[in-house]
């Protein structure tokens, strides 16, 4: 019998909110699988078997425990402790691509997306096992099931004879299956959170008298904030707790209870879980510190904490974290110990720290950035960022997302995420920790260059998000953003009293690369109305120091008016004590009462100006800075998101022409002959994994004497070059491991004698056709442990760590990543032909990046490679990789975590 593929265990949020583990059979599930055939009700049992049966024959318990998770496989579905569905297939005999599918869900757990969950971890167990289809048998009145495969996104198609339909469908993701998995998986997440942000009772286990203790500042907060529901304190010490009746453990409440906010010495916290399981409360805010952050012990203890809260349906937010609060008036939930509570507003803020937490949420105060919901999500044992941008996603009070990220859970489902809820609520971060990655020490060019500060650059970048390098510029963006409409384009007028904050205005938006147009002679002409015949209308419209609030209302009028620009920076310095004032309420008036589309900004250059954003009654808040390049910094970065909202997605490519079969047989054939640790795949085995996938290479021949060698470059025709093979040289230049240009018998004996004297450990010679010309690309991958595959792209050839000039993406490409990706890369003008200079062929390249990431993507075997260089041939002409290394190692079920996202489930 294969081994347990505990590889597949996973939790997983059902539609309802709960929470379940859905892992392989095993052979001691048969009492559990027997008990939950008992609790089958009648016509459950004969759906699944299409007759009446009383029970399960110990010989049918042994056949359906007993699978070989290969031919024949099955999923459990447990809730606590207890089986409650079944999902398997069989493959067919006539045909092993195509399998024979059957769910079993108890009468007691149907309707909560159960058969659902189980269909999408089968069809997925199915592609990584050759399985590429599914066939089930369904009773004409089994509605249920056929609405869960009708519901999936693949396309089936059915035949009813005799009151029995065949169902088949492909298992391959398409669009769709993904678009409904996500949607599945933001329903199921956020109906998992509502008790969360919206309790009608809170128990606050740990409430203290205390005046300064964090129980007591706790309960303070939550009863002075005006929470609608009831709050209980427990602690056994206490009759009451702010004039509140205490109890001495949630199981003493009366009533149910929602939430609990835990804010007990860690030692007692596993008993309090218990307890909060045993009550049936629905989620706990964990403030206690000493689990994962403190070393092993303490983060045994945390998983123990997490796994009682999963087996009991509860979301826990922590451990270590500071709190959560909810400014909604429904329900004004402020279970923190901060000092402050914001206004309410459109703003969603998550932040790992919990001491910065306390910061932020002051600095948004101050600076009246209105927070929907806030959360400090500390160790991030259960609930992560992933669940709170879900959770966001479909909230109504929310419009704009900011992050404070310390580490990332699942990069790869972020990203997936981010890009979708990125399409209409922009999301802000800022991700610490930037200078720790630096280079690993690896064996290629391209695992040299890769970094953790790289991978989380791609992964912002392919997902719009915008990044902000610190908690000032995060304000910064995220007041303009939560206060004004996005910019329509790049061009910017400056309105000013003063020339000198004009010219670093100026400076500081064409560095960002927005445009400061000059104005039309028409624009002109209506802007100098009512100015000083000094003044200065080309643009920066400089209304000179004498200006006050009437030119600044005109100018404004005419500027909100014209189709020549996208936004407006309104500078103003006070030269009259009380001018500030009079300006401000101009500048919001004319803002709020008239009807455009423009981004307005406002720089108010005084020492002690009132940076809240001002507004008339009923309209749009105006950001304030207190100098020009804030200003223009905070606008660059929405700019950007803005174009990449309305630019395509871009689609992931699939390819007709690869042979994987032939790829992985190839693989697998080195494999055995490498042993389990794997290695480098020996030049023709390289060679071939990119000849399956149609990725153009110059031709070669492997050598071991000299005679071999004529006759291969004869056979290969013209100049050829020549490369030592040997297991100790990483990089052959650094060697003289290469001959170039070699024509005729003679040089090409002399070149290979040459060669096989540079390394001890020879063991023969690379001749392959020498490809002149072109432009020199790097194209390569190495494996992140967290972040998965990152492919890179840059020019350079071997020069390529010196110029450093590289792009990196994070699998899968899309097409539009990869002309992104190239376009990224400041040498990628030479591609264009730069100063007269030869052109190169861009698509070839585009399509052989997309031809690399699908290669990746589908053989996980691949660890690290290097396609350097590879010369990219003027246009039409294609690219020919000139050498390659590719590093394989064995994965055990031909699945790695760090690749897939199983939506709405997380790895148990």
């Known amino acids: 019998m294969a081994a347990y593929p505990s590889d597949y265990e996973f939790h997983v949020v059902l539609r309802d909110g709960g929470l379940a583990h859905i892992r392989p059979i095993k052979p001691s599930d048969a009492d559990a699988l027997h008990a939950m055939f008992l609790r089958m009700g009648r016509d459950s049992v004969y759906q699944r078997f299409f007759r009446h049966k009383a029970d399960l024959t110990p010989e049918?318990?042994?056949?359906?425990?007993?699978?070989?998770?290969?031919?024949?496989?099955?999923?459990?579905?447990?809730?606590?402790?207890?089986m409650v569905a079944v999902g398997r297939y069989d493959r067919m005999e006539r045909d092993r691509t195509v399998a024979e599918v059957a769910f079993g869900v108890e009468d007691a757990q149907q309707g909560r997306g159960i058969g659902t969950q189980l269909l999408v971890h089968l069809t997925n167990h199915a592609r990584h096992h050759g399985v590429t289809s599914f066939r089930a048998f369904v009773l004409s009145d089994n509605y249920a099931m056929m609405r869960v495969f009708r519901t999936s996104g693949y396309r089936m198609t059915r035949a009813l004879e005799e009151g029995v339909y065949t169902v088949d469908f492909p298992v391959e993701v398409t669009e769709e299956v993904t678009r409904l998995a996500g949607m599945r998986e933001q329903h199921a997440v956020a109906a998992s959170l509502l008790p969360v942000f919206y309790p009608k009772s809170v128990a606050v286990i740990g409430a203290s008298r205390e005046d300064m203790s964090i129980g007591a500042r706790l309960m303070r907060n939550l009863m002075r904030g005006g929470f609608s529901g009831t709050?209980?304190?427990?602690?056994?010490?206490?009759?009451?707790?702010?004039?509140?009746?205490?109890?001495?453990?949630?199981?003493?409440?009366?009533?149910?209870?929602?939430l609990a906010v835990v804010v007990v010495p860690a030692r007692f916290v596993?008993?309090?879980?218990?307890?909060?399981?045993?009550?049936?409360?629905?989620?706990?805010?964990?403030?206690?510190?000493g689990f994962s952050e403190t070393g092993e012990?303490?983060?045994?203890?945390?998983?123990?904490?997490?796994?009682?809260?999963?087996?009991?349906?509860?979301?826990?937010?922590?451990?270590?974290?500071?709190?959560?609060?909810?400014?909604?008036?429904?329900?004004?939930?402020?279970?923190?110990?901060?000092?402050?509570?914001?206004?309410?507003?459109n703003v969603g803020m998550s932040s790992q720290s919990g001491a910065l937490g306390i910061a932020i949420l002051d600095h948004a105060r101050r600076l009246d950035i209105g927070i929907s919901t806030f959360v400090s999500v500390g160790n991030k044992a259960d609930v992560s960022a992933n669940d709170l941008l879900l959770y966001w996603e479909g909230d109504p009070a929310t419009d704009v997302i900011v992050l404070y990220m310390e580490s990332f859970g699942h990069p790869r489902r972020f990203a997936r995420i981010a890009r979708r809820i990125g399409r209409t609520k922009p999301i802000v971060a800022v991700k610490s920790g930037r200078t720790l990655g630096g280079a690993r020490?690896?064996?290629?060019?391209?695992?040299?260059?890769?970094?953790?500060?790289?991978a989380?650059?791609?992964?912002?970048?392919?997902?719009?998000?915008?990044?902000?390098?610190?908690?000032?510029?995060?304000?910064?963006?995220?007041?303009?953003?939560?206060?004004?409409?996005?910019?329509?384009?790049?061009?910017?007028?400056?309105?000013?009293?003063?020339?000198?904050?004009?010219i670093l205005a100026i400076d500081a938006l064409e560095s960002e690369g927005l445009q400061v147009p000059v104005f039309s002679d028409e624009l002109q002409a209506v802007l100098r109305v009512g100015l000083a015949a000094e003044a200065a209308v080309r643009n920066p419209v400089d209304m000179i120091a004498s200006a006050g609030p009437e030119q600044y209302r005109s100018c404004l009028r005419a500027l909100l008016d014209s189709n020549e620009i996208d936004t407006v920076i309104v500078v103003f310095i006070p030269t009259t004590p009380g001018g500030l004032d009079a300006v401000q309420k101009t500048v919001a008036e004319v803002v709020g009462g008239n009807a455009h589309d423009?981004?307005?900004?406002?720089?108010?250059?005084?020492?002690?100006?009132?940076?809240?954003?001002?507004?008339?009654?009923?309209?749009?808040?105006?950001?304030?800075?207190p100098f020009p390049e804030p200003a223009a910094r905070a606008l660059a970065r929405v700019c950007r998101y803005a174009e990449w909202r309305s630019n395509p997605l871009g689609d992931i490519v699939h390819f007709e022409d690869v042979n994987r079969d032939s790829a992985r047989a190839t693989i697998d054939a080195a494999l055995t002959r490498l042993g389990g640790e794997g290695g480098w795949l020996e030049p023709r085995d390289a060679e071939a994994v990119l000849d399956a996938y149609g990725i153009r290479r110059a031709a070669s021949r492997v050598v071991t004497t000299a005679e071999e060698a004529v006759a291969a470059a004869a056979e290969i025709g013209g100049p050829v070059a020549l490369k030592v093979i040997a297991p100790s040289v990483l990089h052959k230049t650094e060697v003289g491991g290469i001959a170039l240009d070699v024509k005729g018998a003679r040089q090409v004996t002399a070149a290979f004698e040459r060669l096989m004297k540079v390394a001890d450990d020879a063991q023969g010679v690379l001749i392959q056709e020498f490809v002149g010309g072109g432009h020199e690309v790097i194209i390569g991958m190495t494996e992140d442990p967290s972040f998965g595959p990152l492919i890179a792209f840059g020019l350079g050839g071997v020069y390529v760590e010196l110029i450093g000039d590289v792009a990196f993406r994070i699998l899968p490409l899309t097409d539009v990543d990869a002309t992104h990706m190239i376009r990224e890369v400041k040498a990628s003008k030479l591609l264009d032909g730069y100063r007269g200079g030869d052109a190169g062929d861009i698509p070839a390249l585009r399509e052989t990046l997309l031809r690399v990431s699908a290669m990746i993507d589908e053989l996980p075997e691949i660890a690290e490679m290097d396609l350097n260089p590879v010369k990219v041939l003027p246009p039409g002409q294609g690219l020919r990789v000139v050498d390659l290394r590719m590093r394989v190692r064995p994965v055990p079920q031909r699945w790695l975590p760090s690749r897939k996202d199983i939506p709405a489930a997380r790895k148990a």
Do not use: W
């Open 598 to 625: 423009k981004t307005v900004l406002a720089v108010y250059m005084e020492a002690d100006i009132d940076t809240m954003p001002h507004h008339a009654e009923g309209t749009r808040r105006i950001p304030i800075y």
């Open 456 to 502: 989380v650059s791609a992964l912002f970048r392919q997902s719009g998000v915008i990044r902000t390098d610190t908690l000032e510029e995060l304000f910064e963006v995220t007041s303009l953003l939560a206060n004004q409409p996005l910019p329509k384009g790049r061009r910017v007028a400056v309105l000013t009293n003063a020339g000198g904050p004009a």
């Open 60 to 82: 049918e318990l042994e056949y359906f425990t007993n699978v070989d998770y290969d031919e024949r496989m099955a999923f459990v579905v447990m809730i606590g402790q207890t």
């Open 441 to 454: 020490a690896a064996s290629s060019h391209t695992g040299a260059l890769a970094s953790v500060e790289g």
């Open 270 to 289: 596993i008993e309090v879980t218990k307890q909060c399981a045993e009550k049936g409360v629905r989620g706990m805010v964990i403030i206690t510190a």
């Open 297 to 345: 012990a303490g983060a045994a203890m945390e998983r123990e904490l997490v796994s009682l809260a999963r087996e009991a349906g509860i979301r826990v937010i922590g451990p270590n974290c500071m709190g959560l609060l909810n400014t909604d008036p429904a329900v004004r939930l402020d279970v923190t110990f901060a000092p402050v509570f914001p206004p309410q507003g």
């Open 231 to 258: 709050v209980y304190p427990v602690n056994p010490n206490a009759q009451s707790v702010g004039s509140v009746k205490a109890y001495d453990s949630v199981l003493e409440i009366p009533d149910p209870v929602d």
